[in-house]
């Protein structure tokens, strides 16, 4: 199975708190996790990824945690403000020399002021 | 910077025209790819291509072509528009290292309406 599920489809956050994405798969021949970010009239661009040996990956106020043996992965954008409002993808490629991402359904997350 | 332009912004075309979606990237990338946006499904594959003359079919082609005669240049072609094509569509690129960080660069959209 190629699917990556994502949840939830929207979700609303105050300035300040935690905003949460969630995504599973069942391929285990996935090997590269990322997120991409996409604001209004723009494309997708990457945000923040990891590799299925490493449990955390952390960049600034964006943190993916990933679980193996779940076969899930999530985003985690502490302190969210609303610069951060935008719709977030999670993605995941085979393995070996593929070069094609499967994409989650997205998420659009609203921080509110 | 890596730039990935598409030829329009927004296009409206009436059922049964056939339609060109140009885009262009300036990074000398081997892979170029052909997504649809829609609300609720995510970026879906219509088609990639890994060299000049070279494509292969996504997760749902039909309906679409492809051309790649430079490297630069992938072309997204709706031999005959139908309404359940109005979408938004986004061509991306990207360089393909083993083992490394792997990121697909996109352009800004087509916004399509068939009506």
């Known amino acids: 199975q190629q699917q990556v599920k994502q949840s939830p489809q929207s979700l609303i956050v105050q300035k300040g708190g935690i905003s949460i994405i969630n995504c599973a798969y069942e391929?285990?021949?996935?090997?590269?996790f990322p997120w991409y970010q996409q604001f209004p009239g723009k494309g997708p661009a990457l945000l923040i990824a990891?590799?299925?040996?490493?449990s955390e990956k952390k960049e600034g106020r964006f943190t993916i945690s990933f679980n193996k043996s779940a076969k899930q992965f999530s985003l985690h954008i502490m302190d969210s403000q609303p610069g951060d409002s935008a719709t977030y993808f999670c993605?995941?490629?085979?393995?070996?020399?593929?070069?094609?991402?499967?994409f989650g359904s997205g998420t659009q997350l609203t921080v509110l002021p | 910077d890596v730039k990935v332009t598409q030829s329009s912004r927004y296009l409206v075309k009436r059922t049964g025209e056939k339609v060109f979606l140009e885009c262009v990237q300036d990074?000398?990338?081997?892979?170029m790819f052909w997504y649809r946006q829609d609300p609720g499904l995510g970026l879906r594959l219509i088609y990639f291509?890994?060299?000049?003359?070279?494509?292969e079919k996504g997760d749902i082609p039909e309906g679409y072509s492809v051309s790649r005669e430079k490297k630069e240049r992938f072309s997204l072609i709706l031999e005959s528009a139908s309404t359940n094509q109005t979408s938004m569509y986004l061509c991306?690129?990207?360089?393909?290292?083993?083992?490394?960080?792997?990121?697909?660069?996109f352009g800004p959209g087509t916004r399509l309406t068939v009506t």
């Open positions: 291509s890994y060299d000049v003359k070279m494509k």
């Open positions: 391929n285990t021949a996935f090997d590269y």
């Open positions: 990891i590799r299925p040996d490493v």
């Open positions: 993605a995941a490629r085979w393995g070996g020399s593929a070069r094609q991402l499967t």
């Open positions: 991306a690129s990207s360089l393909y290292v083993a083992g490394v960080r792997y990121e697909q660069y």
């Open positions: 990074m000398d990338h081997e892979n």
